[in-house]
């Protein structure tokens, strides 16, 4: 079954990746995308651990997208 993500959990990961990177990652940011993971899971019946492991390769090895 293919995860789904919406297009706000897509770009508030993409902040938290560009933060990460930076060195700036704020706790403000990661809450927000740990509380929109587990809110985008429970909405849709998706697993939260699928949800956030499939955001995060998206995000970061968009390369395996084919």
């Not at 902040?15 to 930076?22: F, M, V, Y």
């Not at 706790?27 to 955001?55: C, K, P």
Request: proline share 2%; aromatic share 2%.
């Amino acid at each position: 079954m293919a995860i789904e993500l919406s297009n706000e959990l897509i770009e508030l990961e993409q902040k938290a990746w560009d933060e990460i990177q930076a060195g700036t990652l704020t706790v403000e940011t990661a809450s927000a995308v740990q509380d929109a993971i587990t809110a985008h899971a429970e909405a849709t019946g998706q697993s939260r651990l699928s949800v956030e492991t499939e955001l995060k390769r998206r995000i970061r090895h968009p390369a395996e997208d084919g």
